[in-house]
């Protein structure tokens, strides 16, 4: 009794802010735990946190956790140690200070014990579903580009991977001694260095090295240099403190795509931003929590797009109104419904009307109720003031899948129907899936969706240094955006990789430059400066000291990340992922001239503020937009 009173009656006080100062060191696990800070000032914002973290505090404070209660066989699976009850406020507060934690390290629960129960909330059988699309030869169509890697790719791989593991690693006593051998052969002076380059499209910024008396070592593979820029971390084996290298230990939290969703979960305590007013909500599919969210925020998505597209059946609008009215409770009330013995957000019975039950056939409805309609458009309207993503939806509930650890558009797709997303995402084998909610509201140029390439450079962790290119380029799908067919992967992925094989493509349509695009929201009535640029600077600052601190402090390295957004009908951007190692290839007459130029620029910038260290605010094109103060 005196549990569910503090649960009922409890009061917070978030009025102090102190957060964990940043120390040279990056600290361990065990460290943080010891030394996190356990008040901030965001008791108002805490519903932005993972909502199985107040479930799994419910869990300590003796009640079982949330769906958990309604599978008797889990329920008792999953028992509550009672020797963890504590005080709700002390609780809360931990949840707090976890969430300004969460993005230093990585943390995938993967209790698949729980997806049974949660899955059974909504109605569906897991099992039928899987069995369904494995007879189902259309949907196995789906799988099929996960792994579009030629037999010419994975061998020069495997190729590569063997060398890598023959190859000793040097001690730093080693590496200095047969550094100095290699500049004294080559009678270098102390600003002349040595210097190794991964890839093709880079002789522009060669040519600029080789200028300054600088000596190139063309064994990428190499343990001896003085500077070396490449794709992947595995090639700079493990540099000494004197060695410039281009890439950060890890970065994970920043350029996966469970890694980037989880990290802006913490976006407002550590940086004062809301994610969900720049990055679309996303969840990773794969991790027990955001698996319960994700399918919470299916229901209310689906109810949101269910209202707003003239419903007519009366029982299915009154329980998509109390769908909403739930996830527009206060936060104390949502914990005192997770403490109820009622379901989560509503009924399997009355998921299965609103989902399942057809529209009447008929235009003009006759509702019991008159004034139904009138309140539909005052929920929309509540709805409206509170969730900063109310208009990306437009009625379709489009959602989108995203394999984790592959690129170029591989595995990516698109769904309308929960089944379908379950079906594909837990049918594919020893792959990793994320779910985010499509922009139904986007901007398209000649009837095309496009999205924008952005090129970062961070140069520090400590103090956060953040450079952006002064021209970002525009990508188009080939064919007309449709969110009737879902499946043509050439009217919804942007990507170049997968736009070359459509034979109908045009190649000087597929990219446009900055200028063209500002003049063409110029002729929309849009500002591209202060309504794209300046907004591209506060997302990237934003989203990178949201990570801040999972990122491993290294001087001498620097790295270079393309950010893509897609642009909605308002001209106000949104991120949707960030890529390590951006590709610099010369695919049409706009990269080859934007990398040209980039790359020229990145030279610039190497030698004057890497090596000679300068402190000037621009390198050729590339702008210093955050410099931390500490």
């Excluded at 060695?243 to 350029?255: E, I, Y």
């Excluded at 409805?365 to 458009?377: A, C, G, L, R, S």
């Excluded at 961070?458 to 450079?467: H, K």
């Amino acid at each position: 009794m005196q549990q569910q009173s503090e649960l009922e009656n409890f009061q917070v006080d978030w009025s102090h802010v102190s957060k964990p100062k940043l120390s040279e060191k990056r600290p361990k696990k065990q460290e943080i735990k010891q030394t996190a800070q356990t008040e901030v000032n965001v008791y108002d914002r805490i519903s932005i946190c993972f909502r199985y973290r107040i479930s799994a505090l419910i869990t300590q404070m003796g009640k079982p956790q949330y769906y958990c209660k309604f599978d008797p066989k889990l329920k008792k699976t999953v028992q509550p140690n009672n020797n963890q009850k504590k005080n709700l406020e002390e609780q809360l507060s931990k949840i707090a200070a976890q969430l300004e934690l969460s993005c230093r390290f990585i943390t995938r629960s993967m209790f698949q014990i729980t997806r049974q129960p949660l899955l059974k909330s909504m109605g569906i059988d897991i099992r039928s579903v899987l069995n369904k699309a494995q007879n189902d030869k259309e949907f196995q169509k789906l799988y099929l580009d996960l792994d579009d890697q030629s037999e010419e790719q994975r061998k020069k791989e495997e190729e590569t991977e063997k060398i890598l593991a023959q190859i000793q690693p040097l001690s730093e006593a080693q590496v200095k001694e047969d550094i100095e051998k290699l500049r004294k052969k080559h009678n270098l002076n102390q600003n002349q260095y040595l210097y190794v380059i991964q890839g093709s499209y880079f002789d522009d910024m060669k040519t600029l090295f080789n200028q300054l008396g600088w000596v190139e070592i063309e064994d990428v593979y190499t343990q001896v240099y003085d500077f070396k820029f490449c794709y992947l971390k595995k090639f700079l084996h493990k540099p000494i403190p004197e060695q410039v290298v281009s890439r950060f230990a890890s970065t994970k939290l920043l350029t996966t795509k469970f890694g980037l969703a989880r990290s802006l979960k913490s976006c407002f305590i550590l940086g004062g931003v809301d994610p969900n007013t720049f990055f679309p909500r996303c969840y990773d599919l794969s991790d027990e929590g955001d698996f319960e969210d994700f399918l919470e925020e299916y229901k209310f998505t689906f109810a949101e797009n269910y209202l707003k597209k003239n419903p007519k059946d009366e029982e299915k609008i009154l329980i998509a109104i109390q769908i909403l009215d739930t996830k527009l409770m206060s936060i104390q009330n949502k914990i005192n419904r997770i403490t109820a013995d009622d379901y989560p957000v509503c009924t399997p019975q009355q998921w299965k009307v609103l989902y399942n039950k057809p529209e009447p056939k008929q235009e003009i409805v006759q509702f019991t109720n008159p004034d139904i309609m009138e309140q539909v458009k005052q929920k929309l309207s509540s709805l409206a003031i509170v969730d900063p993503q109310f208009k990306i939806s437009k009625g379709e509930n489009i959602w989108v899948t995203k394999p984790c650890g592959l690129s170029r558009g591989r595995g990516v797709k698109y769904f309308k129907e929960l089944e379908e997303i379950l079906a594909y995402t837990f049918g594919a084998k020893d792959v990793n899936f994320v779910a985010q909610k499509c922009l139904e509201n986007i901007m398209t140029i000649e009837k095309r969706k496009f999205d924008i390439r952005q090129w970062m450079i961070v140069s520090d962790i400590q103090p956060l240094t953040i450079w952006m290119y002064r021209e970002c380029y525009v990508r188009f799908c080939g064919v007309e955006y449709n969110t009737e067919d879902l499946k043509n992967r050439y009217a919804h992925l942007t990507n170049f990789s997968v736009q070359k094989h459509n034979e109908d493509n045009q190649e000087e349509k597929l990219m446009m430059s900055q200028e063209e695009f500002a003049q063409v929201l110029k002729n929309r009535g849009f500002d591209f400066e202060s309504q794209v640029r300046e907004q591209f600077k506060n997302i990237i600052i934003a989203t990178m000291k949201s990570c801040q601190k999972s990122i491993e402090i290294r001087k001498n390295t620097f790295e270079v990340f393309g950010l893509d957004f897609i642009v909605d009908e308002d001209c106000n951007p949104w991120l949707i992922e960030v890529n390590a190692s951006p590709t610099f290839a010369f695919s049409t007459p706009v990269t080859e001239r934007l990398n040209k130029m980039g790359l020229t620029d990145l030279g610039q910038f190497i030698v004057e503020h890497v090596y000679n260290k300068n402190k000037k605010k621009h390198y050729g094109g590339w702008e210093l937009i955050y410099k931390q103060k500490l």
